[in-house]
């Protein structure tokens, strides 16, 4: 997580709430803070400048004007730009902002935990749930025994009676969710491992899993999705495109879709 963007999103959970003030202007409007004075930050933030200066040096700048440079050409919206433009502009970021946020590491252990699990079950509740619709979708057709699970009381059902050899695969941008957390808690007290796919770094949901992919910050896109975010479209992509590559995985999926042809 090299950049200031990306410092931000791992640390947010653990900022004061003066410091997520900043943190949530900065992320979305990054162009614009590289062009502010430190005082017309402070005044924006509703902050003091000494705040803002030992908020620099927490995402890993000597100072304010270090972050300055660092967040300095990160945005590809202009003033004056219509809508369309805006969107598509939006979009490069985003996909930008989340192969910054990809270590080859994490994917490849994520990969490795797929592969070794008996049974996958994919947790998300209100957005989150469309992904873990989503990937559950993809898993399936290359012959994964997986379930996508999003109403939170049969969650915690699912999460008493796993096994250990099962995996967790929970959706949470914020990580702090109360269902999906106890969810994923009861599952590890099972012997069932856990991997995340989150917006923000230090949070419980971090402390327990086995592995972590990030997504964007959702104000990173200044909202504009509120469903299926593009980054998790991505990370669900890549995982499909890593499978597929096997030949007996891209046999399956082909039948798959021989199958509802045919219907």
Known sequence: MASVLNEIQSIYANLSDKEKNIADYILANPEETSRSH????????????STITRFAKKVSCQNFVEMKVKLAGGSEVKEGDGNEQKLIASYREMLADVQSLTDPKPFETVVAHLIKAKRIFIYGLGSSGLAAQ?????????GF???AVTDPHLMIIRSTLLEEGDLIVAFSRSGQTKDLLQSARK???QGAKLIA????GETPLTELADAVLWTVHPLRSNFILTGLDMSTLYLIDRISLHF??????????????????ER
Not at 197 to 200: I, N
Not at 244 to 261: C, G, S
Request: no cysteine.
């Open 134 to 142: 989503e990937l559950n979708y993809r898993l399936s057709r290359m």
């Open 197 to 200: 796919f989150t917006a923000f």
């Open 38 to 49: 430190i005082q017309e930050l402070a005044e924006a933030t509703g902050v003091s400048v």
């Open 187 to 189: 599952g590890k007290e």
């Open 244 to 261: 597929l590559a096997d030949q007996n995985r891209e046999k399956m999926y082909l039948k798959t879709i021989e199958a509802i042809k």
């Open 145 to 147: 025994v997986s379930e």
